[in-house]
């Protein structure tokens, strides 16, 4: 069965947040890259649970909300060649990027 993003308050995961500020004519080249560097690289590496792209609906931002098993694979992705690759590309399109691993500490449903 395929990985699915599951937000879970306390689970031993390691969230990545990163919040691009693009330039509206971009933004989908921004949100194509990131879907062909999941596809082609990041899903593969030891570690990887999901990744969901996020694109702001005024054009200005791409958000990657990313699941890892551990604070330590998410690091060893950041040494991957293949994956440096992708984020020389990325932050090549983006004006600005603001990554930041978190904990999910609540979660709330209707």
């Known amino acids: 069965?395929?990985?699915?993003?599951?937000?879970t308050a306390g689970a031993p995961i390691a969230t990545l947040i990163n919040v691009f500020t693009v330039q509206a004519d971009r933004q989908q080249q921004l949100v194509d890259l990131l879907g062909r560097a999941t596809e082609e690289v990041m899903q593969h590496l030891p570690g990887f649970v999901a990744a969901n792209i996020h694109a702001s609906t005024d054009g200005t931002r791409v958000v990657n909300y990313a699941q890892w098993q551990s604070a330590d694979a998410f690091h060893a992705m950041l040494r991957n060649p293949d994956a440096q690759v992708h984020m020389r590309e990325a932050a090549a399109i983006a004006d600005q990027f603001d990554p930041h691993l978190h904990t999910v500490e609540s979660v709330h449903h209707r």
């Open 1 to 7: 069965m395929p990985a699915t993003t599951t937000i």
